[in-house]
């Protein structure tokens, strides 16, 4: 009668056994996938964010540096005339601005009542209205000194390179916050400036919106080459100097 008991402890005891190693093995089998999971996620976080690479933020700043080192060359050079000044304006914005992507930020959902033409026409017309727009801006910096102060990671893929704008007589210096986008080629593009914290991309949309609210489309379409055809109008001017007559 006794072995009957032995078999039916002996028994318990081997299935509390192997319950014990399975939830052990279950215990083990889960942290080895936590693990993985982890390392996975930080792999994928890198992969996803590669503006937190501290050798592109390096990169991104040279290429600030060197954009707003040709511009202030061209501003400050006193023997280049207005035309040629913005005919070396055009290169750094081809160059270092996504013109493209700025122009339909900047027109936005009024793409939508804009007919087939008059798209063709804003596209044509941007380029040129964005460089004459704000090249009599950029003028008032030609007595300025920038400097890179740091890099911030700006969503997945983009950043901000943060920078100061200082002159002689400037107590307080200028924030400028360039956002660039890295490129499949390797270079990286402006996608938006910001000074004093002010964007002047969103600036720019608030001013088409209300444009195109006010005369539609295409008002803002003849806006746009009024501005044009203004600046070449000043371009080709000539220049007076005054006389000894002329009253102070």
Do not use: C
Request: net charge positive; no cysteine.
């Amino acid at each position: 009668m006794r072995q009957p008991q032995a078999k039916t402890i002996s028994a318990k005891y081997d299935h509390k056994k192997s319950y014990i190693k399975l939830m052990t093995a279950v215990l083990l089998l889960s942290m080895a996938l936590t693990f993985i999971s982890a390392f996975f996620f930080i792999a994928y976080a890198e992969e996803v964010a590669p503006n937190k690479n501290p050798e592109l933020q390096t990169e991104a700043s040279v290429f600030i540096d060197g954009l707003a080192e040709k511009a202030l060359t061209v501003l400050r050079d006193k023997q280049t005339s207005r035309d040629e000044k913005i005919t070396a304006f055009r290169l750094i914005l081809n160059d270092g601005f996504d013109v493209p992507r700025i122009s339909k930020i900047v027109l936005g959902r009024h793409v939508k009542k804009a007919s087939k033409q008059q798209i063709a026409d804003y596209n044509k017309m941007f380029p040129d209205f964005m460089l004459n727009f704000y090249f009599s801006k950029l003028q008032n910096f030609d007595e300025q000194n920038i400097d890179i102060i740091s890099v911030i990671p700006q969503g997945k893929n983009d950043m901000y390179v943060r920078s100061r704008a200082q002159g002689e007589l400037e107590k307080q210096p200028i924030s400028v916050d360039w956002r660039v986008r890295p490129q499949a080629d390797g270079g990286f593009k402006i996608l938006d400036v910001k000074v004093e914290g002010i964007s002047m991309v969103r600036t720019q949309r608030d001013d088409f919106t209300a444009r195109v609210n006010a005369d539609g489309v295409e008002g803002l379409v003849s806006y746009m080459k009024d501005i044009i055809e203004n600046a070449k109008s000043t371009a080709e001017a000539p220049t007076t100097k005054p006389s000894g007559n002329t009253p102070l």
